[in-house]
């Protein structure tokens, strides 16, 4: 298969993947399922972290600000997938196996997530900054972290990584503060759009680049970072820390 192929085919299993995914919500509301279809579909994070294989077989998982647990229920039909023998060669291998905590304050995305996982995953009404991280291997902040001031996301991380287990990882999706007029469009959007999940207009905190590298490595994490946006002309990044 050529590269032109193997693009196609790549494209049209994500597609399913997304599509099933989505389906998971029907007997939620209708905005919970075309969100679903779009986000995944729309934001490039999600298909990076099955192709890539950030998260591992078998891995037990905390996505802190979870929503309607869109991670978990990709990381269902992944998991589907893999033991129907449709996943793809050429990816990372499936996240079978998975089990997620899924952690938010919004009881309605929280309703909307139970509704779609029953008990496939857990879900968790709760604080990240005042909530008791249980032992995991990834613990996920996608669009999360800047929500709370700077010394809370350096207690928040701190309490994560003593939960982490050896090797264990953390997954941010986090604003670049030294791209200025991005950085604030990327705040607003944010913010709107935690309004209108029932969050009220919320205080956001970024850093940049070099400084999430620097609070990472202060806890002992090896971090890789690159740009990851979830649409233009934003500048996100996807920061991975890894310990040992």
Partial sequence: MGPA????????????LVAAASAGYADTDAHARRFARAKLGGDRVFRHVLEQGLIAPGAEVVDVGCGQGLLARLLQVAGAAALEGRWLAAWAPAPAGVHVTGVDPLPLDLARAGVALGDAATFVRADMRSFAFPSCDVAVFFDTLHYIAAAEQDD?????????????????????????????????????????????????????????????????????????????????????????
Avoid: Y
């Fill in 5 to 16: 192929s193997a693009a196609v085919e790549a494209e049209a299993f994500w597609r399913s």
């Fill in 156 to 244: 928040v991380l701190a309490r994560v990584r003593a939960a982490l287990r050896p090797g264990g990882a953390v997954l941010m999706r986090v604003h670049d503060a030294s791209s200025p007029w991005r950085f604030k469009l990327g705040q607003r959007i944010d913010q709107g759009t935690a309004w209108l999940h029932g969050a009220g207009w919320m205080p956001v905190a970024g850093r940049s680049q070099a400084d999430w590298t620097a609070c990472l490595e202060s806890l002992g994490f090896s971090v890789q970072s690159q740009q990851m946006n979830g649409r233009p002309p934003f500048r996100n990044l996807l920061i991975v820390g890894r310990l040992g």
